[in-house]
């Protein structure tokens, strides 16, 4: 059994706590939590100076978990809480890691996370010896904690811990200087390092759409930019807004609005891909994966408001003749999608681009030729570009 033990007593010298400083929308603390996760630790333990609210959700989030969580003031309350045949992960107060680079070093091996003594010492860290300095990760045997009975009451306890485990013979596991100058790796002692960080993990959580799709590349080039401020509340307002517009589109096509209808649902199709793109970042920068099945249902649900704008009005004896072409198209839209090859994808999946080349066609009235004109594009797409690879695949 591992445990974590985590600190959140250091200040910058603004005087805010570096552990409840916000990184990509999330607290410090936050983030080495999901890392003592995923290194397999079951029990969470937090150095503090005292109960607040941010600590207070730390540990619903591990009780929520199913992992056990305490609060403890210095070293003497940590001999009582391991036994000698548990593995101790100690975190230093406000690291910032990189989730990969750490668990590929101690996913299943002990040892001290350790830089180049120049380097890491100029970075903020402390040194342990003429070559190295601690990087701010150390997994040791619990047994080490039975000596801190012995120490001061008002002692650092993970700097106490630290200088145990080299003393028992923990082996130092060398990290590149490199992973500082990449932000993979430092304190968070200073709001410049925050943004550099913060950057980094939204660009990498961000993807790329090709801009042959220009709807969606702008759709997710946005929701870059709404990052981290949007993450929390902007998935659920974005949907809710894709929503709204696209029942209004279809009440606007019943009343044989087209041109309008077709640009709110446009504007439906926007707030959808932006969305879907804040909930791709958040999942991304979460280490949760990505909702496929929510991200398919409501595109789904998208299609069936799009069909249903550009069938209507409609009466009965008419529906089906009205019905026939917008359902045609989208079902060739989305075979489009799985069939033609690489990049291209992009192009028919883009429902805003979709909506912005049948706009003036409903304008001119001439939305049942501009739809025709479609499908018989995406079918030479997908005759000519088709992908080879076989359509069942995952």
Excluded: H
Excluded at 14 to 31: D, K, M, Y
Excluded at 47 to 68: H, V
Excluded at 238 to 265: H, N, R, V, Y
Excluded at 297 to 311: E, H, K, R, Y
């Amino acid at each position: 059994m591992r445990t974590a033990l985590l600190s959140a007593t250091e200040r910058t010298p603004t005087g805010e706590v570096q552990a409840f400083q916000n990184l990509g929308g999330r607290q410090v603390i936050a983030w080495q939590f999901d890392l003592a996760r995923e290194l397999g630790c079951e029990r969470i333990i937090c150095i503090c100076e005292g109960t607040g609210p941010e600590l207070i959700d730390l540990q619903r989030s591990a009780e929520a978990d199913g992992l056990q969580f305490n609060l403890i003031r210095g070293p003497l309350q940590l001999v009582g809480l391991v036994s000698a045949d548990q593995e101790l992960v100690a975190i230093a107060d406000g690291l910032v890691i990189d989730r990969a680079l750490a668990t590929s070093s101690f996913a299943d091996r002990r040892g001290v996370a350790a830089l180049p003594a120049q380097a890491g010492i100029a970075a903020g860290f402390e040194r342990i010896d003429a070559e190295y300095a601690w990087a701010g990760l150390l997994i040791t045997r619990a047994n080490i904690a039975e000596k801190l009975a012995e120490m001061p009451p008002d002692s650092d306890t993970i700097a106490l811990l630290l200088r145990l485990a080299l003393q028992a013979g923990t082996p130092v596991i060398p990290i590149d200087k490199e992973r500082l100058d990449s932000a993979d790796l430092m304190l968070a002692d200073a709001p410049e390092k925050l943004v550099a960080r913060e950057n980094a993990l939204l660009n990498r959580g961000a993807s790329s759409a090709p801009w042959i799709g220009p709807g969606n590349a702008l759709a997710q080039r946005l929701s870059r930019k709404l990052a981290p401020g949007a993450l929390e509340k902007g998935p659920m307002a974005a949907l809710g807004l894709s929503a709204l517009a696209s029942t209004a589109a279809i009440g606007l096509a019943a009343f044989e609005q087209s041109f309008w209808a077709i640009l709110l649902l446009g504007l439906g199709a926007f707030s959808l891909a932006c969305g879907q793109g804040l909930r791709d970042i958040r999942s991304r920068l979460f280490g949760k994966p990505a909702q496929r099945r929510f991200t398919q249902i409501s595109n789904g649900l998208f299609d069936i408001s799009a069909i249903a704008t550009l069938t209507l009005p409609a009466v009965p004896f008419t529906l089906a003749e009205r019905l026939f072409l917008p359902l045609v198209m989208v079902g060739m839209l989305r075979l489009s999608e799985r069939l033609v090859s690489g990049s291209l994808r992009a192009l028919w999946s883009d429902r805003i681009l979709l909506a912005a080349l049948l706009a003036p066609a409903a304008w001119f009235g001439v939305t049942s030729q501009a739809m025709a004109l479609i499908v018989l594009i995406a079918l030479g797409f997908c005759l000519i570009w088709r992908d080879r690879t076989p359509i069942t695949r995952n």
